[in-house]
């Protein structure tokens, strides 16, 4: 069976980053052409924002896989029931128990960069979105590496940094009732891995930093004050305003990010009022 090309445009922002499709329809199968304008729109803007896109969860793991094998969340409470692929992002409480995982997002990161194989990329779906609040911010990381002075760059290349799941947990656990007990099943999974602190895109040959406030949480070879004012000083400006894209969510968007080339943050919701966003993540190569 054939399948048709649709009539969509890409438009970029004028931003850091970032670009949105107008007039695509993803609850039906792209055809191979439609396909490789988005893989390359993805790859140009590094985010790009489906517009109005009314899809099951089904049609967002199909259109996901395109990309690759999809991974599995640790905190497997908060995948959607019947999908595991689908990690539910919400700040709502049902009968006291969140049916998702609210805090996500609450530091800079790039998803699963504490997995030897971090995220490709991830798509987020709004699927209740509150009347103010609830943007979602991406950092340029490409542009935070070439603007990195010099002498800096040269200082960094070649280092490598830990990576760990549990970096922030306990503090996140304390505020929040988001964040269960691990079982020791949800540790092994998530044991420290070291990362390059610049990474090279495996699809466009493109320097990144690639650490983040949320998980790296020591460069390895340097006296441990140094890491830390190293790491602080790359985190500082790899989220510079000039970086920074700020999505504020339309009704529907489909939101999908290159792990490889940025960080991101959910600024927050305020508590009274209803966020629900389906996630699923892309695995990608191994960083070098
Ligand atoms: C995430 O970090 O994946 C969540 C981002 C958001 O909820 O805006």
Redesign the pocket.
């Given at each position: 069976m054939t399948i048709a090309t649709q009539d969509f445009e890409i438009r970029p922002f004028d931003a850091a980053l970032g670009a949105e499709v107008v007039g695509l329809d993803l609850s039906t199968p792209l055809s191979t052409s439609d396909f490789q304008r988005i893989h390359r729109a993805h790859l140009d803007h590094h985010v790009v924002v489906f517009r109005d896109q009314r899809i099951t969860p089904a049609q967002q793991i199909g259109f996901s896989r395109r990309f690759g094998p999809l991974q599995i969340h640790v905190l497997d409470q908060f995948q959607l029931p019947g999908h595991p692929e689908v990690l539910v992002?919400s700040n709502v409480l049902e009968a006291g128990k969140p049916i998702g995982l609210g805090d996500?997002?609450r530091f800079w990161h790039s998803?699963l960069s504490y997995k030897e194989k971090p995220s490709l990329g991830?798509l987020?779906h709004a699927r209740e979105l509150p009347a103010e609040g609830g943007d979602?911010l991406f950092a340029n990381m490409h542009a935070a590496w070439a603007s990195l002075p010099v002498d800096l760059q040269r200082k960094v290349e070649g280092l490598r940094a830990e990576h760990t799941y549990l970096a922030r947990y306990a503090e996140l656990q304390a505020r929040s009732p988001w964040r269960p007990n691990l079982t020791p099943e949800q540790i092994a999974q998530v044991r420290p891995v070291l990362q390059p602190v610049v990474r090279t895109h495996p699809e466009t040959g493109r320097k990144a930093l690639f650490v983040s406030e949320h998980f790296t949480t020591r460069v390895v070879g340097i006296p441990e004050d140094e890491s830390r004012a190293l790491l602080a000083e790359l985190f500082a400006h790899s989220v510079k305003p000039q970086h920074v894209y700020r999505h504020q969510w339309q009704p529907h968007d489909l939101v999908f990010w290159d792990n490889r080339a940025l960080l991101?943050l959910?600024a927050g919701t305020p508590d009274h009022l209803r966020r629900v966003?389906y996630?699923t993540t892309i695995e990608g190569d191994v960083p070098a």
């Amino acid at each position: 069976m054939t399948i048709a090309t649709q009539d969509f445009e890409i438009r970029p922002f004028d931003a850091a980053l970032g670009a949105e499709v107008v007039g695509l329809d993803l609850s039906t199968p792209l055809s191979t052409s439609d396909f490789q304008r988005i893989h390359r729109a993805h790859l140009d803007h590094h985010v790009v924002v489906f517009r109005d896109q009314r899809i099951t969860p089904a049609q967002q793991i199909g259109f996901s896989r395109r990309f690759g094998p999809l991974q599995i969340h640790v905190l497997d409470q908060f995948q959607l029931p019947g999908h595991p692929e689908v990690l539910v992002v919400s700040n709502v409480l049902e009968a006291g128990k969140p049916i998702g995982l609210g805090d996500a997002g609450r530091f800079w990161h790039s998803d699963l960069s504490y997995k030897e194989k971090p995220s490709l990329g991830s798509l987020l779906h709004a699927r209740e979105l509150p009347a103010e609040g609830g943007d979602t911010l991406f950092a340029n990381m490409h542009a935070a590496w070439a603007s990195l002075p010099v002498d800096l760059q040269r200082k960094v290349e070649g280092l490598r940094a830990e990576h760990t799941y549990l970096a922030r947990y306990a503090e996140l656990q304390a505020r929040s009732p988001w964040r269960p007990n691990l079982t020791p099943e949800q540790i092994a999974q998530v044991r420290p891995v070291l990362q390059p602190v610049v990474r090279t895109h495996p699809e466009t040959g493109r320097k990144a930093l690639f650490v983040s406030e949320h998980f790296t949480t020591r460069v390895v070879g340097i006296p441990e004050d140094e890491s830390r004012a190293l790491l602080a000083e790359l985190f500082a400006h790899s989220v510079k305003p000039q970086h920074v894209y700020r999505h504020q969510w339309q009704p529907h968007d489909l939101v999908f990010w290159d792990n490889r080339a940025l960080l991101h943050l959910a600024a927050g919701t305020p508590d009274h009022l209803r966020r629900v966003m389906y996630r699923t993540t892309i695995e990608g190569d191994v960083p070098a």
